[in-house]
């Protein structure tokens, strides 16, 4: 554990400003087909990375990326629908492509029993990918739920639901969140006693296959709302649906992201939308305000390729291709029709929400080293006295060492600022600044 001596250098700024930048993905599905596709034959194993290497740019560019899990990790026999199990290699995948964290409360959580479930959440936890949403036991959801979230100096509370589990009981002593009006309003008062700047709700829910969110979606986002959630992001439905962004209440709703990755080939299944939040929070003469500046959708099409391999598709980067990487011409229309369609959709029904047409988002960024310490497993570390609005964070370095960062800035010149100050307020400290590239310490 480390215990942190929290104060502000004498010399702060009048006005600081820290950013976090969020992504939102939707059905991350595990059909027959898929399974199929990622299997290679000459090594017995399964290997998902090549169907997320035209997004990871855009999702790794996120300060924090998180998606819904509509699969088990269930273990073999590997199998799609009705009864969802994929192989752990798909968890993998979505870590390498840059997702932070996983939501698992969903129709398909209880697909493979207990076992699925406790599986699925002890392959997460095996891999260091956060998640939540469904829970081992009760007490594992008392110590885990509200899930809170600490990054670059804001702090989330991420709420999950899902309207049901297919008919399917669930098994105790495995809990999985259910759309409850009551244990909800108990859950946000829980998370606002964490005092986050942000509270999230990932909702699994609506009507499938229809692209306007139904009057329970309405009801229920209203309630939310109410009850203090400013975030309200929807998935289920398998397509696409509108998004509103209210710049006064600063709140947004994304009814339905449509399917991240999937099997279903049909019109307005085959792709969804990534959804990037930009946040601001700024201090001013010890006064802290926070903004929602801007929200944005990335359209991205889910293209099986003559091998019958699975690759999403970034619509910026694939809509006017001349790599001639999508070879059949029925491909090309599909993903023409699918882009068209969604933005018909979106053009007419969403409210401040505009698409994204930037070919990839800049994965550099620029952070401030302050120490590296002996890795203490558990003993207590006294750091020196650090203003944390901007965020701290560690990273381990494998020998046994922990390297302490602050902050996450996308333009060097923030970064020499902070840099200029701390060595001002504590000159005997040899700080530095850090280059990022997709989220990790560049070589």
Known sequence: MVLLSITYWANAAAQDTTRLSLLFAGDVMGHDSQIAAAYNASTGSYDYSTCFQFVKPYIASADLAIANLEVTLGGVPYKGYPAFSS??????????????ALVTANNHSCDRGKRGIERTISMLDSFKITHTGTFVDEASLLNDYPLIIGKNGFKLALLNYTYGTNGIAIPKPTLVN???????????????????????????WGSEYQSQPNAYQQSITKYLFNAGVELVIGAHPHVLQPMHFNKDKQQVVVYSLGNFVSGQRDRYKNGGA????????????????????????????????AQKKYVVLPAPTFENDTTDFIKDELSKQNLKTFINDSRLLFDKYNTNINESRQVHFDTTSYSIKLFTLENTNGDWVILPP??????????????????????????????????ENLKKSMPRYDFSIAVFHNGKPAE
């Open 87 to 100: 192989p752990d290699a798909l968890a993998l995948a979505l870590q390498d492509a840059g997702f932070d």
């Open 178 to 204: 259910l759309i409850d009006t009551v244990q909800m309003r108990k859950d946000i008062a829980q998370a606002k006693q964490a005092k986050p700047d942000y509270i999230i709700a990932f909702m699994h």
């Open 274 to 305: 990534m959804v990037r939040i930009e946040l601001t929070k700024t201090r001013k003469d010890s006064v802290i305000t926070k903004n929602i500046d801007d929200v944005s959708y990335i359209l991205q099409y889910v293209h099986r390729d």
């Open 386 to 419: 650090i203003d944390t609005f901007y965020g701290l964070f560690k990273i381990d370095t494998n020998d046994e060492k922990l390297d302490y960062y602050l902050g996450s800035f996308r333009r060097k010149i923030e970064a020499e600022r902070i840099l």
